[in-house]
């Protein structure tokens, strides 16, 4: 079979505490103008010294409800999808980009697996990095380098770094120079 894949991974962002973090900014964030709305548009009581009208306080209530929902749900359709076939390694970062990045074997210089620190060397997780130095991650501190032959370097976040490792060794793809 022509260019069959060979491995594919697909990560999403499941840190407990993020998700807990963005659950609370959506329930809380709307919480004292809703309550404001409530009590000025059913009870008849101003909500603070200097009272909204009533079409202003139900603006301002559902631009606190989108807003932190927002983030919640880019969250949810965030994924990181990195497919290896026989002529390279496709990646892409959904939603922010919506087709493959393809990366041939014979563009690359370097191809292995390493250790990293998020934080320190790209600033975080995400769509992370300047200039030619980029980083495609979810979680975790275990990533695919890529570097290309004109120095594009980047760091593709994995959860199998011993399957990946092992696919390019049998590909003759493993390269770090």
């Given at each position: 079979m022509a260019n069959e894949i060979l491995f594919t991974e697909t990560q999403r962002f499941k840190q407990k505490w993020l998700w807990a973090l963005l659950i609370a900014m959506a329930v809380f964030i709307p919480g004292p103008t809703a309550l404001g709305l409530i009590r000025q548009f059913?009870?008849?009581q101003q909500f603070s010294n200097n009272p909204f009208s009533s079409n202003g306080l139900i603006l301002l209530t559902i631009v606190n409800v989108v807003l932190p929902i927002f983030p919640l749900v880019l969250f949810a359709f965030m994924k990181l999808e990195t497919v290896i076939k026989e002529d390279g390694i496709?990646?892409?970062?959904?939603?922010?980009?919506?087709?493959?990045?393809?990366?041939s074997w014979e563009k690359l210089t370097e191809c292995y697996i390493r250790e990293y620190s998020a934080v320190n060397e790209y600033g975080g997780w995400g769509l992370k990095g300047?200039?030619?130095?980029?980083?495609?991650?979810?979680?975790?501190?275990?990533?695919?380098?890529?570097?290309?032959?004109?120095?594009?370097?980047?760091?593709?976040?994995?959860?199998?770094?011993?399957?990946?490792e092992e696919l390019l060794r049998k590909l003759k793809q493993y390269r770090n120079l």
């Open positions: 059913f009870f008849g496709y990646v892409r970062f959904l939603p922010f980009q919506l087709q493959s990045k393809f990366y300047f200039g030619k130095n980029k980083a495609l991650n979810v979680s975790g501190n275990i990533g695919l380098q890529l570097e290309t032959k004109d120095g594009f370097r980047l760091l593709i976040g994995t959860n199998n770094p011993k399957q990946i």
